[in-house]
C-alpha cells in the first residue's frame, strides 16, 4: 500500500503540505452552524479522496479510521471545516507514511 499512499500524497494541492501528528483534532465532530460550502472542484476533490482514504483505512490503516468514518459522513455537502480536517488527516498520512 505504499505506492497507494505515495501516490495519494503526490496529488495533493500545495494547502496540504506539511505534517501532522495525529490524524484528527479535539474538534473533529464538531459542525459549524452556518458552514462556508465547498465549490464543485473542491467538492469533487474531497469526495474522491474520501474514498481512497476509506479503501486505505480498511486495508491498510487502521489509524485513520476514526477520522474517515466522520469525514465520510460529509461527502454530500461538504463544507471549509470538513477540507480542513481533511488537510489534517493527510499531513498526518504525509507523516507517518511508512507505518
Do not use: W
Amino acid at each position: 500500500m505504499k505506492d497507494y499512499i505515495d501516490n495519494m500524497l503526490d496529488k495533493l494541492p500545495s494547502d496540504m503540505e506539511g505534517t501532522s501528528v495525529t490524524p484528527a483534532a479535539s474538534y473533529l465532530f464538531e459542525v459549524n452552524d452556518n458552514p462556508v460550502k465547498l465549490n464543485e472542484e473542491q467538492s469533487v476533490f474531497f469526495h474522491h479522496y474520501m474514498a481512497k482514504a476509506l479503501f486505505l483505512c480498511k486495508r491498510a490503516r487502521p489509524d485513520l479510521q476514526t477520522a474517515v468514518a466522520y469525514l465520510s459522513t460529509r461527502v454530500k455537502s461538504p463544507d471549509v471545516d470538513n477540507y480542513k480536517k481533511l488537510a489534517r488527516m493527510m499531513r498526518y498520512l504525509r507523516g507517518t507514511r511508512d507505518i
